[in-house]
């Protein structure tokens, strides 16, 4: 019984400091942009197949 009036309250501090931290996140604009990131990545291939493709074409011009 006597866990029980240990466990209660640190639940809630622990709680309480995940709040804080996700308000913290909100705040500074952790949550702005979320479909960036996901879409840098196949930009990210494209570009870098793109630059490769270029690069072969100019060796070839070269020879």
Known sequence: MIVIFL?????IVIAACFLGAFIWA??????E?????????????EQKADSQFSNENKHEHSN
């Open 7 to 11: 466990l209660i309250p640190l639940s």
């Open 33 to 45: 942009d979320t479909c960036t990131p996901s879409m840098r990545v196949l930009l990210d291939e």
């Open 26 to 31: 909100v705040r500074s604009g952790q949550y």
